[in-house]
Structures are given as C-alpha cells and as structure tokens.
C-alpha cells in the first residue's frame, strides 16, 4: 500500500555526497532513498574481478558513513534494479528516480535499457545527470570545437553542495539486504585473483592521495609518467577514484586549474600540473568513443579487419601473456606487478596490449578482457577503445607497435623495475635483463644462467609483429577501407590536438569544494 512519494537516488560508479546532482536535487525535492545495487549481472560479468568490488566496497563504507552525517541511510539492496524498484513502487507508490548518467560495459548498458523501458511503462519519471563531459546522443566528432566547449561549460559549473537537511524515507530497511560491515565478504561470481598491494578504495583515501600529489608528488609528474617505477609514485594515482566517482572529475579539474594559479611560475609545476589537465580532458574524450559506439567492447571496430587473429582462450601464448612468462622480461614485469597491485602506467599499458596482439599474433578480445579483470581503475568508456586502438583495429588510427627491448632501454634502464618483478633476472648485468635469451655462453656460466631454463625463451616477437603490421596496413588501405575509415573517424575521433588555451580558465573560488581542503586523516 503506498505510504509516501519518494525520490530515490540510485548510486553507481559515482560513489560520494559531494557534487552529486542527483543526491543534491533529489534531496530538494522531498523524501530521500539512497540504494545502490549489488546486482549479480555486473559482478558476474568478464570483465568483472574481485579487486574492483573491494575498492567498490570500500568506497560504499565511506558514502554510507557521508550519508548518515547527513541524516540519510544508504540502503543496500542484494539483487537486479528492475527488482528493487519494483518493490519500491508496490510499497511506497508514487516515486522518481535520480541517477547519474553512465557509460559503461554491455551489461550496463542493456540494464539501463531496461530500467529506462520499465520507467516509461510504469510513468516513473527518471532524472539522469551528466558528471563527465560526455555527450549522450551525439552523432559525430566533426565538430570538436563544441565538443570542447561543452566540456569546458561543464567544468566550469558551480559544484553541487551536499545536502545538509535532507529527510530520509521512511521504512527503508525492508529493502535493506546488506550490512555495510558485511560488503567486503560478499562473494559474488567474479574472478577472485588474489590483488595484495591494491590501491584502497573510499572518498578518504582518494581526497588524501590527491592532496599528496599537488603538494608534493605532482611536481615530478610530466617526466615520470612513462617509466613505471617512477609513474608509481609520481603520477596522480586517481584513476580508480575516478572510475568509482568518490572525487568527481568537475571537483579535480577545478583544484587542477586553482593549483596551478599557484604555480604558475614555478616551470616544473606548471608543466606538470598542465601535463596532467590534458590527460584529465583525453579521460572524457575517449569514454566519448564508447559512449557512441557500444560495440567497441566486443567487435572489432573496422570491418575489413575482423576475423584476422587467433581467438583461442587457452592458446599456450595468451596462457603465458597472462602468468608473466612469455620470457621478454618487460613484459612479464609489467604483468606480474598488474597481478600484485592492480595497477601500472599507461604506457606500459599499451606495450601489453601491443605485444599480445602484434608480438604474438592474438585477438585484441580475450587480452582486452584480461587487462580489465587486473585493472583496480578498470573504466570500461576508456579501456575498450584504447584497447583496439593499440593493436590497430580501428583502421584509422596510426598503427601503434611497442618494442619492449626499447621500452626497457627507455623507461627502465637501470633495470630496477625488471630486477623488482622477474627475480629470476636479478643476478644478471642490467645491460642483460632487456634480452636475456641473447646471454653469450661465458656468462650463462659465470651468472649460473641458462635461458629456457632458469626462465622461459620467448617467441620471435620482432618478426611476428611485422607481419601482423604489414598485414593490418594493406588491409585497411584498400579504397573501401579507407571510405569506412573515413565514416568512423567522422563518427569517433577527435578532430584536433587539446588545445593550449584548455586550462586557461576564469579564477576558481576553492571554498566551493571540500577537495581543496587538506583531508582530516
């Protein structure tokens, strides 16, 4: 029987109170639900693994304890959306839901479908907001000047408050499953790859890290990103506070800009702080591709290209690519520490994707779903364009091919990153941990090193990775691929370089946002 008009506000991947739209508006409007769905589905899908949940449970901790300062309980419920809200519409009668528009992987998508089909079925009206420059509906890049200048207008809009009288719907707890002390223990179907040194999740850990980076560690920051060692601890390290929304990219655009009014006449600060705002835009532009072109995640984006590679799940190379045994050592370097930490720096990121589909002939799919399951900051809008994107099946993009003999001579050459994952290697001399199948006779008897022994002989990666490039290269130049390029570029690409002026914005007032403020702990 209905007892009162609520307005539900359905918490995603934008785990916080503060500018929040739809918490903040919600809470205006009258009686305040907040849920958040632990759905099967979601966890059950391949690309779901047990690191993304502990970081998401760790962040719920953090939004419940918010939201409870606020006189709001978070209610949990274990179960499909379409369930809740059916339940929630039999009990209280009259309700609206508020979300944050999402752009995320096929069973997001498809569930948001149906959420949108029941809503119209029922006359639920469903209010979604936009937290990233993200353009729903759009239909073509061409213009990227408006593109940009929506993102800007975005960024620039005053952050929402979070609500400081808001009043909590009555007889929340019957649709209330799971005790906040109880999130982290939850098994729920996904891959349970052990994750020991992942970053913890939760708005405090995030607004702590940030106010680390632009106090201290950002300084290094446009030298350091591409070297994995030093991108550890000098990088911003938000991405995964990015992908669960406990810092909205609004709030860390702004105290980006207001920082670097600080410094701007400090060299290094300011490159560094402008490297990081044009990283900040890219963020958004890439989650764009996905956003207008769903399949991205499961088909090849050009057609003249599909069907080229070995798709075998258990192929013997895949199997190695995924243990950090394929015997090229940067490779299995950079695996092993993804496996520990879930995380490494993008451009290592793109050497594994490289090497698997280039170095050893395998389709972009089965690695694509892999690197997603160790990403702790798996962001579906920017993982799965940036994976065809580097291994060139996108048709129009310039062939990206990372040798990581060269990689390790440039972003490793002390060879502590390699020395730090592949024990195996450290006795050896640095100038011999890029290539250590290569070891001349004298010292594989000096070192007591034998390769194909003490660790695996890798595959001819150079020559494979030269075929699969010439190959890819004719196939999309054909006058028919190339018409097709030019309709997905149109579609999907940016149209010109982020400008210099990105970042050139009006004075931000940072008491508008609790990001500013040093974290209490």
């Known amino acids: 029987m209905a007892t ?41 899908a391949p690309d779901s693994a047990l690191r993304h949940w502990q970081f998401a449970a760790e962040s719920l901790v953090d939004l419940a304890a918010a939201l409870r300062e606020r006189g709001l309980p978070l209610c949990i419920w274990q179960g499909d959306m379409l369930a809740l809200l059916a339940a929630l519409k039999a009990h209280y009668g009259a309700l609206t839901l508020y979300s944050h528009e999402e752009t995320g992987n096929a069973w997001s998508y498809a569930r948001d479908v149906a959420v949108l089909d029941w809503c119209r079925a029922k006359g639920v009206t469903w209010h979604e907001y936009r937290q990233v420059g993200v353009v729903r509906g759009l239909k073509s890049r061409v213009d990227q000047e408006a593109w940009e200048e929506q993102w800007e207008a975005l960024m620039q809009a005053a952050p929402f408050k979070a609500p400081t009288n808001a009043h909590a719907a009555p007889g929340w707890e019957a649709f209330h499953h799971v005790e906040i002390e109880e999130l982290a223990e939850l098994t729920l179907g996904f891959d349970t790859t052990p994750c020991p040194a992942r970053q913890p999740g939760g708005r405090r850990a995030g607004r702590a890290l940030w106010y680390d980076f632009i106090t201290r560690r950002g300084e290094r920051y446009r030298g350091s990103i591409s070297k994995p060692l030093l991108a550890e601890v000098h990088g911003s390290r938000l991405s995964p506070h990015l992908a669960w929304g406990t810092l909205s990219m609004r ?61 075998d799940p258990e192929h013997p190379r895949l199997l190695a690519w995924k243990r950090g045994h394929t015997g090229v050592p940067l490779v299995d370097a950079c695996m092993r520490c993804l496996i520990h930490t879930g995380w490494i720096n993008f451009r290592m990121r793109a050497m594994l994707i490289s090497f698997a589909t280039f170095g050893l002939g395998l389709h972009w799919r089965e690695p694509g779903l892999h690197l997603a399951r160790l990403f702790t900051d798996f962001e579906p809008g920017i993982h799965y364009p940036q994976i065809q994107m580097q291994s060139g099946a996108t048709g129009f993009n310039t062939l990206r091919i990372y040798n990581p003999i060269k990689q390790a001579e440039d972003n490793d050459p002390s060879g502590e990153f390699v020395a730090r994952w592949v024990p195996e290697l450290t006795a050896l001399p640095v100038e011999w941990r890029t290539k250590p199948w290569a070891l001349p006779q004298s010292l594989q008897t000096r070192y007591a090193f034998t390769p194909g022994e003490h660790y695996p002989l890798p595959h001819d990666f150079e020559a494979e990775a030269q075929v699969w490039k010439t190959r890819i290269f004719e196939m ?27 970042g050139r914005i009006k004075p931000v007032d940072h008491r508008q946002l609790a990001l500013f403020e040093p974290p209490a702990d």
């Open 251 to 311: 709030e860390v655009v702004r105290s980006l800009r207001h920082q670097r009014e600080k410094h701007a006449e400090k060299t290094r600060w300011a490159h560094s702080l402008r490297a990081l705002a044009s990283r900040l835009h890219w963020h958004c532009h890439f989650i764009q591709k996905l956003e207008s072109e769903p399949s991205i995640e499961s088909y090849t984006l050009h057609p003249a290209l599909k069907g080229l590679r070995e798709r």
């Open 4 to 44: 009162a008009s609520i307005h539900v506000v359905w918490f995603k991947r934008d785990l916080r109170v503060h500018d929040h739209a739809p918490l903040t508006l919600a809470a205006e409007a009258g009686l305040v639900l907040p849920v958040f769905a632990i759905e099967p589905g979601q966890w059950q």
């Open 476 to 502: 999309s130049h054909t006058p028919q691929a190339k018409e097709i390029s030019q309709v997905l570029m149109a579609r999907l690409a940016s149209h010109r370089r982020p400008s210099a002026r990105r």
